[in-house]
């Protein structure tokens, strides 16, 4: 099996951005702290001390330096790169002094449209378990509302340390290794999935328990648009054999922010008003330990990715009984916890 994409070790391309990254991180902290891109601890939050917040930027360098070094230049790169600008500049701005949730919303929009429309990614169709449906041209607002819907999901994780970086890391390895199994290991989502693990894993040095920086919206929205992105690409490009595979992967933070949505509008809230119930919330209530709730929170992220694994490579049986223990655990979790509704005391 060669180990090499599009000419270039994937051993090296991997190191790069990870070294690169674990380098930055710290510059990007002290910066952080002098512009006073801090998150502050409230009644919301776990965390009881200031903490620099815009680890993301460094994510984002490194993934640049990576993307010089082994990507090519193609307009959908170049959608990408204009994309990916636009969050990481409102992130800053959104890091450094809170930003309304609609305007950020009417960015994100803005960003997955020149992806969409100008990179001409889009979902003309979609397979999942002998089903095939086609969508046409309503693939392209499909396309833009899936790369928005995965930012803020990606976002809504990131409430625990090294929770969302993890995450991350965990589907960039998962769509790595398909691809690699399927011997389709060229194409431009996984150049971009090898170069974001790098990234992301250089930061979770700093990130994980007990955190010395946060990614802040900086680092979650960019993280969610590259995920977004990789799963369209490889989908498009047949990388992975449906759009159902990185949807399996994201099926933690996808089922956490249903319940977000479900759980407000049961209280009579406003869907984008943010609470103290995500799942990793709710873990937490029962273990007292950010560390225990975070490897939680990958072991079942490390299933999902299984899960899809075997999916693709066809081993659709075990892909069905992992499948299987994954929902039991999800129904016992909404019985046991007032992730979806308050239960009685």
């Not at 999942?128 to 509302?145: E, R, S, V």
């Not at 990130?207 to 919206?217: E, V």
């Amino acid at each position: 099996m060669s180990f090499e994409v599009n000419g270039n070790n994937i051993f090296l391309i991997v190191l790069t951005t990870f070294i690169t990254s674990l380098l930055l991180v710290p510059v990007v902290k002290r910066m952080a702290i002098h512009i006073g891109a801090m998150d502050m601890p409230n009644a919301r939050k776990v965390h009881t001390k200031p903490m620099p917040r815009l680890g993301g930027l460094a994510i984002f360098l490194s993934f640049l330096l990576g993307y010089i070094l082994f990507g090519a230049l193609t307009s959908q790169m170049i959608s990408i790169l204009i994309g990916g600008f636009i969050l990481i500049i409102l992130g800053i701005c959104d890091d450094i002094k809170p930003l309304n949730a609609s305007y950020k919303l009417i960015w994100q929009i803005i960003a997955g449209a020149v992806v969409v429309f100008y990179g001409n990614i889009s979902l003309p169709t979609l397979s999942a378990f002998g089903l095939h449906l086609n969508f046409g041209i309503i693939g392209y607002p499909l396309a833009l509302l899936f790369i928005v819907a995965i930012i803020n999901a990606i976002n809504l994780i990131d409430g625990l340390d090294g929770l969302a970086s993890g995450t991350c890391s965990i589907f960039f390895l998962a769509v790595s290794i398909i691809a690699f199994f399927l011997h389709r290991i060229n194409g431009l989502d996984v150049t971009l999935s090898l170069i974001m693990l790098g990234a992301t894993l250089g930061f979770l040095i700093y990130n994980f328990y007990p955190a010395k920086i946060f990614m802040g919206d900086t680092g979650s929205m960019f993280l969610g648009f590259m995920i977004s992105v990789i799963a369209l690409l490889g989908y498009k490009s047949t990388t992975v054999t449906s759009l159902i595979v990185p949807i399996i992967i994201l099926f933690l933070p996808i089922l956490d922010t249903i319940f977000a949505i479900f759980r407000r509008i049961l209280k009579g809230e406003s869907i984008g008003k943010p609470d103290k119930q995500h799942i990793h919330h709710q873990l937490l209530n029962l273990n007292k330990s950010v560390k225990k709730t975070v490897l939680i929170m990958y072991a079942f992220n490390l299933i999902c990715a299984a899960i899809s694994v075997f999916y693709a490579l066809g081993d659709n049986m075990l892909a069905i009984i992992l499948y299987i223990i994954l929902i039991i655990i999800t129904i016992v979790l909404v019985f046991k916890t007032d992730i979806l509704f308050e239960h009685n005391k």
